[in-house]
C-alpha cells in the first residue's frame, strides 16, 4: 500500500508561482513513475506531468511545458511540481499519483496506469 499527501496549493496571482509537494509511503519510492495530473470543475482529469525512476526522463503536457517542471528526491521519497507563470487557466484541483508496476513509458500520460492517488490540493490562479 502506497500513501500519497499533496501539499504546496493555495491562491496565487497570474504571473506567480507555486510549488506543490507530494510525500509518498513505502520503501521502494524510488521505482516508482510519478505523475501529476489537474481537474478543473466540470472537466476529466488531465496529464500535467510525470517523472520516472531510475533514469528520471521528465514528460509534460503541452499546456504546461516551460512553465512547469517536476522532479523527485529519492532519499525523502518526494515529487514536486514547480510552477511558474501560472494562468487562470491553471486553477484546477491537482493530484499526485504512483505507478508502482514499472508500466512502460509509452503509457506514462494516461492515468490509468497509475495505481495510488493523493487526495489532492486546490490551486487557483486569479486574474
Known amino acids: 500500500q502506497v500513501q500519497l499527501v499533496e501539499s504546496g496549493g493555495g491562491l496565487v496571482q497570474a504571473g506567480g508561482s507555486l510549488r506543490l509537494s507530494c510525500a509518498a509511503s513505502?520503501?521502494?519510492?524510488?521505482?516508482?513513475?510519478m505523475g501529476w495530473f489537474r481537474q478543473a470543475p466540470g472537466k476529466e482529469r488531465e496529464f500535467v506531468a510525470a517523472?520516472?525512476?531510475?533514469?528520471?526522463?521528465?514528460y509534460y503536457s503541452d499546456s504546461v511545458k516551460g512553465r512547469f517542471t517536476i522532479s523527485r528526491d529519492n532519499a525523502k521519497n518526494t515529487v514536486y511540481l514547480q510552477m511558474n507563470s501560472l494562468k487562470p487557466e491553471d486553477t484546477a484541483v491537482y493530484y499526485c499519483?504512483?505507478?508502482?508496476?514499472?508500466?512502460?513509458?509509452?503509457?506514462?500520460?494516461?492515468?490509468?496506469?497509475?495505481?495510488?492517488w493523493g487526495q489532492g490540493t486546490q490551486v487557483t490562479v486569479s486574474s
Open positions: 499519483a504512483a505507478d508502482v508496476d514499472r508500466t512502460s513509458i509509452v503509457y506514462v500520460r494516461m492515468s490509468r496506469i497509475y495505481d495510488y
Open positions: 517523472v520516472t525512476t531510475s533514469a528520471g526522463r521528465t
Open positions: 513505502g520503501p521502494t519510492f524510488s521505482e516508482y513513475t
